[in-house]
């Protein structure tokens, strides 16, 4: 069974920072690239990070390029997400998932219907 547990979220004021992790279980984590998503509130859910499965292979969004930092240790089983310079516009609640590799790169379309609950982050003005 496919399990993903979000952690890591919280309230900060804009300029801040968080750190994110991401534990999978339920599948064989090195063989997935993995997918940092958001949905905030009224809006539907969109990707803004992936990282490939091996070579560290990363994409950012052009909404957190330069500030949030993706990572993975595969001998955990864990992706993390460092986040710089929140800002207001970054409240939301962020998921990780399992997504699918083209020509080596990962990308924003998830491989499995489950997701986690979910961390919420809150950035304040």
């Known amino acids: 069974e496919v399990q993903l547990v979000e952690s890591g979220g919280g309230l900060v004021e804009a300029g801040g920072s968080l750190r994110l992790s991401c534990a999978a279980s339920g599948f064989t984590f090195d063989e997935y690239a993995i997918g940092w998503f958001r949905q905030a509130p009224g809006k539907e859910r969109e990707g803004i990070s992936c990282?490939?499965?091996?070579?560290?292979?990363?994409y950012y969004d052009d909404s957190v390029k330069a500030r949030f930092t993706i990572s993975r240790d595969n001998a955990k089983n864990k992706v993390y997400l460092q986040m710089n310079s929140l800002k207001p516009e970054d409240t939301a609640v962020y998921f990780c998932q399992a997504v699918t590799t083209l020509r080596s790169q990962c990308t924003l379309y998830y491989e499995f219907d489950t997701w986690g609950q979910g961390t919420q982050v809150t950035v304040s003005s």
């Open positions: 990282i490939s499965r091996s070579d560290g292979t990363t």
